[in-house]
């Protein structure tokens, strides 16, 4: 045994088990055990949390669109991992679609890691995607390092990734259960979306509820409905990504209650933001599923509270502001994406506190469950002995006003200015290096490309 070369301590200090006094040893990066607050040894470095700040295991956000290569200009490797640092992220996973070439061959993924490679500030891994026709892809992909498998089941917003259907998936999931690969969803169909955009093609683009009326929860429930068929004749792994409908949590909760291997995800713009507040012209706030009314909001709430929703991610998901059409205020023609990387923390921090719940279940949402979706849970998502000494110190009490100075994503704009936002990121480290300090980063990259195995 080698005796630590860094102790991280602090008077609250999240383990697997309790939020308590304790001392962090890390020897060669890695955690090597978590002892009493007063158990420093002599001759390493010590690092000390002010007594009201939280000592974390870094948040791990398994749905961030990084676009490259191809898209570069919509975020990028450099930008998307330095914004993630500054939020406390240590790992993320990127989607398979949105760069180009997408991710769904092995030579997309060899261009995407390519990409990467001495531009990470934090870890990063990879899903790969289905779309039709690459079922033969599935394996060569999965043994070249994906974490697991995306599909959409309505268009994606990009012609290089097109959705799949019944007939697809039923070609597709049967090969993901052989290899025990998770398919992770898009939940929306398209039909009841047609019908919607047909109904209100008179009405107005620049206003929010048009483009609310055009998105309808029936879409969300036909294709959570369709999964959990699917899921039931397959034995496939299913994820469902960005969940926003409420009317689907009833059956979600009973396909669970049956042991069907499905597992749910929602964003802190749908926990956040309500329909009824935003302005009419207000694009930033256009996402896929979009955000739905206060009453929805706290239907989620309830779901995440009981542990019929599993975690909490961004779906980070950028582009340049004038694909946003801001001037025009057209919600029907602008790109559909919220930005917040840097900002899942605080936003579900002071929004859960709000509601109750303590630092204990903001760790399971932010960082273990997220963790353990993917399979990095050995190393990511807790402190615990053997683990990576990924770690975040921040103050719950702290406020701050959301700037555009302050962002760190390549693209500013975003919902979330002009918020007020508790919970201030003070460090970050990532195996036990510091790569963020109070604003500053103070490190050179440091982030590892990490491959499934």
């Not at 043994?143 to 097109?162: Q, T, Y």
């Not at 093609?201 to 036909?222: C, G, I, K």
Request: glycine residues 8%; charged residues 25%.
């Amino acid at each position: 045994m080698h005796p630590p070369d860094l102790v991280i301590r602090g008077r609250r200090v999240v383990t697997e088990n309790s939020v308590a006094p304790a001392s962090v040893h890390i020897t060669r990066g890695y955690i090597s055990s978590v002892s009493i607050f007063e158990d420093v040894p002599s001759g390493c470095d010590l690092v000390e949390a002010a007594p009201e700040s939280i000592v974390m295991p870094g948040l791990v956000d398994t749905h961030v669109h990084v676009n490259e290569p191809g898209r570069t200009e919509w975020e990028g490797f450099e930008t998307a991992t330095r914004a993630a640092a500054a939020g406390g992220v240590t790992t993320i996973v990127d989607m398979p679609l949105n760069s180009i070439p997408a991710t769904t061959a092995v030579a997309g993924l060899e261009k995407k890691l390519e990409a990467a490679r001495d531009k990470l500030h934090v870890d990063a891994a990879f899903w790969g995607g289905v779309v039709p026709g690459n079922t033969g892809e599935l394996a060569r992909l999965w043994d070249a390092g994906v974490v697991g498998f995306k599909c959409f089941l309505i268009h994606s917003g990009v012609d290089e990734f097109p959705n799949v259907t019944e007939p697809d998936l039923r070609e597709a999931m049967p090969e993901l259960a052989r290899l025990g690969a998770m398919l992770i969803v898009h939940a929306e169909v398209p039909g009841p979306v047609e019908a919607c955009c047909q109904a209100i093609e008179r009405l107005s683009s620049r206003s929010y509820e048009t483009f609310l009326r055009s998105r309808p929860r029936e879409a969300e429930n036909q294709a959570i409905e369709l999964m959990i068929k699917l899921a039931r004749e397959t034995g496939c792994r299913i994820h469902i990504v960005h969940h926003c409908s409420a009317d689907a949590l009833p059956m979600l909760r009973r396909a669970k209650s049956f042991g069907l291997p499905i597992t749910v995800e929602t964003c802190p713009h749908y926990l956040h933001f309500a329909a009824e507040r935003i302005p009419d012209g207000a694009t930033e706030f256009k996402c896929c599923p979009p955000i739905r009314e206060r009453e929805n909001r706290q239907e989620l709430w309830d779901a995440l509270g009981d542990g019929m929703i599993d975690f909490v991610v961004s779906d980070h998901s950028p582009c340049p502001p004038e694909m946003k059409l801001r001037a025009q205020g057209d919600f029907m023609n602008a790109w559909g994406g919220i930005s917040s990387l840097q900002l899942r923390l605080p936003i579900i921090w002071t929004d859960g506190r709000a509601r109750g719940f303590t630092i204990d279940r903001i760790t399971e949402w932010l960082s273990r469950g997220p963790a353990r979706q993917v399979g990095l849970d050995q190393l990511k998502g807790s402190i615990k002995p053997g683990a990576d000494a990924d770690i975040v110190i921040w103050n719950p009490d702290a406020e701050f006003r959301v700037t555009h100075e302050m962002i760190h994503h390549r693209h500013k704009l975003t919902p979330y200015v002009g918020e007020t936002l508790s919970g201030v990121v003070e460090k970050t480290f990532l195996r036990g290096q510091m790569v963020y300090d109070g604003g500053e980063f103070v490190s050179e990259r440091q982030g590892r490309i990490i491959l499934r195995g």
